[in-house]
């Protein structure tokens, strides 16, 4: 109902304060009844309620206080809320870093072939290193035979270590690298699929990756 009854609008506007400018309206939980008054009645207080004017015409609605659960929900929904309106901004900043950073398709492609082609430089330059190292170790290990029934010098052992150890770190930046290679190619991946996505536009050719050291 937009108003209140006219015979209830009577009571209202005839108690004590006239000068009252709002009146108050619920329903009485005892009996279902509606409530009224110039001041927040008792039976309204803590339940949801109504405002009127002195012409009956409805100001507002004050839904019912919260007990500690609703409170505890609507505070998780809030939160939630926020986190959602968070991911919604940054992912507007990251899609115009994306559109500001290419161009075009190709441009995506370009720089994942230049990231990739470092990479692959250093795999390589250790997998060379490597194969030096593997040449000198197969020497210090001849040279390490003549010394099975005696003591072999502290020069020599040292030496052995040291490439050895030398091998294990260059092994260990391969494997490093190649891990590296993989989040490259994911991250260009999903930097094409986005920038598809918001364009339309898809690169001519799919992008040419220098080969991978083994």
Not at 104 to 121: R, Y
Not at 185 to 209: A, F, H, I, M, N
């Amino acid at each position: 109902m937009s108003k209140l009854p006219f015979a209830l609008l009577l009571i209202v506007l005839s108690a004590p304060s006239l000068g009252a400018n709002e009146y108050y309206c619920c329903t009485d939980p005892a009996n279902s009844r509606r409530v009224c008054g110039d001041t927040l009645p008792a039976q309204c207080r803590g339940r949801a309620y109504r405002v009127f004017d002195r012409a009956g015409n409805p100001i507002r609605e004050v839904a019912a206080a919260m007990t500690p659960e609703e409170k505890a929900a609507a505070a998780v929904a809030a939160k939630r809320q926020q986190q959602l309106e968070e991911q919604r901004l940054e992912r507007r900043r990251m899609d115009a870093a994306l559109l500001s950073t290419y161009a075009t398709p190709e441009d995506i492609d370009m720089a994942q072939n230049k990231a990739e082609g470092d990479v692959n430089l250093t795999i390589r330059d250790a997998t060379e290193k490597i194969t030096e190292l593997q040449k000198r170790l197969n020497r210090l290990n001849a040279e390490a035979e003549f010394y099975k029934r005696t003591p072999m010098p502290q020069v020599l052992a040292s030496d052995l270590h040291t490439v050895n150890h030398e091998i294990r770190l260059q092994q260990e930046l391969i494997e490093v690298k190649r891990k590296e290679l993989a989040k490259i190619r994911s991250k260009y991946d999903s930097d094409r699929q986005r920038y598809y996505e918001l364009t339309g536009r898809r690169s001519l050719s799919r992008p040419v990756s220098p080969s991978t050291a083994r």
